[in-house]
């Protein structure tokens, strides 16, 4: 079945333990994105990557880390997270040449940070 | 910059009345536009899409969206509502015309009441 998988799906920590969610596919996508979700906010990209190695920031990249080390991941990495980073996180993925098209989302990752 | 904003946080329906979700966005470049549905606890999923070509575009569950270029809507349509069709709706326009970056919209919720 091609899907977007995420872990984990829910996360409480206390801040400034580093932590990291992961994300595959198995669509072989070239192009794989991270964002995250606010009530009266809707959906904000943290960061983008359109090929292995290649990764560039979105709109609120601040606090997060990623790598692009093999096509189908794209792990989330929090290396001191901090009570604004609390939300929801969807990563997800698209062919990533020609137009712009449809994006496949993961069933996201309830982050609370304490 | 592209933006998107969506008149009403919150919608409320009775059920077989119609749905009318509201999109607006602004563009530099010919829009490539989206609707996407949250399911509680779920990612989301596309429900249609504009690229060019015809300006009404079906999706699933029987939903349809025109693109009046305008007035710069994108508005998301269902003659009869269903119970099933509570749930969130993104509207989301391409940053670009060749890349698989976008903005989303602030969603709106749409209850269905018996």
């Known amino acids: 079945e091609a899907q977007v998988t995420q872990n984990p799906r829910y996360l409480i920590t206390v801040t400034g333990k580093k932590l990291t969610v992961t994300c595959s596919q198995n669509m072989n996508h070239e192009y794989m994105s991270w964002y995250r979700q606010d009530p009266g906010l809707g959906l904000r990209q943290i960061y983008y990557?359109?090929?292995?190695?290649?990764?560039d920031k979105g709109d609120v990249p601040e606090g997060y880390k990623v790598s692009r080390k093999e096509k189908r991941n794209f792990p989330l990495i929090l290396e001191s997270p901090s009570p604004n980073q609390t939300s929801l996180y969807f990563c997800?993925?698209?062919?990533?040449?020609?137009?712009?098209?449809?994006?496949?989302f993961g069933p996201g990752t309830r982050l609370t940070v304490t | 910059a592209q933006s998107v904003t969506q008149l009403g946080s919150h919608v409320s329906v009775s059920e077989g009345a119609l749905v009318l979700l509201r999109c607006n966005y602004s563009s530099s470049v010919p829009p490539y536009l989206f609707w996407y549905v949250q399911y509680p606890n779920q990612g989301l999923q596309l429900l249609l899409k504009y690229t060019t070509g015809a300006t009404l575009v079906k999706g699933i569950n029987g939903f349809e969206a025109e693109f009046k270029k305008s007035e710069t809507s994108f508005h998301l349509t269902k003659p009869s509502a269903h119970m099933s069709d509570a749930a969130e709706y993104f509207c989301a326009v391409s940053r670009d015309n060749y890349g698989q970056n976008f903005v989303f919209g602030p969603g709106t919720r749409l209850s269905v009441l018996p």
């Open positions: 990557s359109m090929n292995v190695e290649v990764t």
């Open positions: 997800a993925s698209s062919l990533g040449w020609g137009p712009p098209d449809e994006q496949y």
